[in-house]
Nanobody, 114 residues
């Protein structure tokens, strides 16, 4: 069973940057389309960025131009570079497969506050 471990979150001031990482166990990682999701307090979990097996990328409008998703299949890892962070980006961030979801990891907390 594939396990997902997110890391890289923290407290950052508005306008700052963070780079999240998600390490996945299992040799079939490269066959998955992967995404980064986030869940803010009192809100539903939402998909913010996705990267297909062929590298095609999509973002939710609220993060376009600020976030960059990438993957390293040799390391079974997907990344989310977050720049120009805003208070409304505060949430727990998770990675997961697109489509048939895997078991959720513990997520990583991102707090944007002055």
């Amino acid at each position: 069973q594939v396990q997902l471990v997110e890391s890289g979150g923290g407290l950052v001031q508005p306008g700052g940057s963070l780079r999240l990482s998600c390490a996945a166990s299992g040799s079939i990682f490269s066959t998955y389309a992967m995404g980064w999701y986030r869940q803010a307090p009192g809100k539903q979990r939402e998909l913010v960025a996705e990267i297909a097996r062929n590298g095609i990328i999509n973002y939710v409008d609220s993060v376009k131009g600020r976030f960059t998703i990438s993957r390293d299949n040799a390391k079974n890892t997907v990344y989310l570079q977050m720049n120009s962070l805003k208070p409304e980006d505060t949430a727990v961030y998770y990675c997961n497969r697109i489509g048939i979801l895997l078991r959720w990891g513990q997520g990583t907390q991102v707090t944007v506050s002055s």
